[in-house]
């Protein structure tokens, strides 16, 4: 993702991060909608970011790893444990 935006020229770059702003504003409200963000809201804060990077800005674990300045294998551990935080939470909405 990261190496797509080398180049290309400023005005696709600014369209673009305006979209994935206006997506983003989108899916914040869809999760607010369903009540996921209060659930979010209850992780450890080195979880839910993981969440809110992969799952509402599109980042894979690299980038994701790359961004924070965290080992990857540090990354995939804390999504399995952000994962399973979630499962918990939500066996109380059941």
Not at 40 to 54: G, H, N, T
């Amino acid at each position: 993702m990261q190496n797509e935006l080398k180049n290309q020229p400023l005005s696709n770059i600014v369209n673009r991060e305006e979209e994935q702003d206006r997506s983003q504003n989108e899916r914040n409200a869809q999760a607010d909608f369903i009540g996921f963000k209060n659930i979010l809201d209850k992780l450890k804060p080195e979880c839910r970011v993981l969440i809110e990077m992969a799952y509402y800005e599109g980042y894979t674990q690299q980038e994701i790893a790359q961004q924070l300045d965290i080992p990857l294998g540090t990354i995939k551990t804390r999504t399995k444990a952000a994962f399973l935080q979630l499962k918990t939470l939500l066996k109380d909405y059941r």
